[in-house]
């Protein structure tokens, strides 16, 4: 009986996306300049083994046009590969992941666009007000861990907590876990998902950090986001609706606000988000959905620009394919994709706007090239109909089409 995994690799871009230079991402190319990067270091072209024979350097070539370095031939792909457009105006977690499951943000959300005093002073005061709080600090745009290392001693000594923003909608609070609590912070940030409401702006999220300076600062595996809810039902709510299980894995459920999320398995790092997505296969059943988020992709290398380190965890990501590709039962369906770009040879620390793979695979399953697809809603189609589901009210089944 038909089970499906989805495992998105966050950030994972494969560059070509039609409207990039919208958004001053033209020429953006996450997988391409990574393997690039790869070649021109002495450490030697990526090797990903797996990934290639599934097709994501082909999916690559597809969207961008040419070749990634170290991979100018290959062998015949044994999966299903194509690459995804996105058609909702953004380049952020939610809209991707939302669109990858059927619903697709046509009105963008709100941002806070400005470099510095970047919040509403409104906005601020009514957190400080009723938060508690002696002030904040930041009220910029900023890396998370630039921002850490110049601000938190200032934050331990004022108690004041660090604000800050990003060009995608998304406003973050740091917090040390120990000077300034993590319940404390976690409650603070629930206070401003409530003061956004006028804004809508996606996603509000805690990141709490260790460490006596700013050379021991880092932060922990306790991040939590506080997204909007998607406005329509997806993917997720239709596999519950028809009595099906959702084991969401990692940030899947803060991504959909627990919506359609049956049981949430938390894990930080790869190595562990891998074991749990293994532990949620274990548990599933004939119609159930097991959805993981590997964030590091784009948390700790792509917004750092850490092309080879995102080149190792890419690595490390292959190893452990091969062994859940053997752990495949008849009838499952895997299905691995990406939310947006995060190229780490691009200026500045965001996202970068781009095609992302669409790879599938299972016992049975007959590779074949799935071409350009005008969405990434025809991602959750795909799956819906190999679980059996009602149509979902977006997309084209890459199984079928």
Known sequence: MARAIWLVLDSLGIGGAP???DYGDAGADTFGHIAAACAAAPRGPLQIPELTRLGLPQAHALASGAAAAGFQSLPAADGLWGCMAERARGKDTPSGHWESAGVTLHEPFGLFAAATDSFPP????A?????????VLGNCHASGTEIIARLGQAHIASGKPIVYTSADSVLQIAAHEDHFGLERLYALCRLARALLAPYNIGRVIARPFVGDGPDSFRRTGNRHDYALPPPRPTLLDAVCAAGGKVHAVGKISDIFAARGVSRSLLAS???ALFDATFAALDAAAAGDLVATNFVDFDSVYGHRRDAIGYAAALEHFDARLGRLRAALRPGDLLVLSADHGCDPSWPGSDHTREQ???LACGPGLAARALGRRASFADLGQGIASHLGLPPLAE????LTD
């Open 122 to 125: 409104a906005l601020l005061d």
């Open 356 to 358: 992302v793979p669409l």
């Open 19 to 21: 409207d990039a230079a």
């Open 395 to 398: 997309g084209r089944s890459f």
């Open 127 to 135: 957190l400080i007000e009723q938060g508690g709080l002696p002030g």
């Open 269 to 271: 790092g790869h190595e």
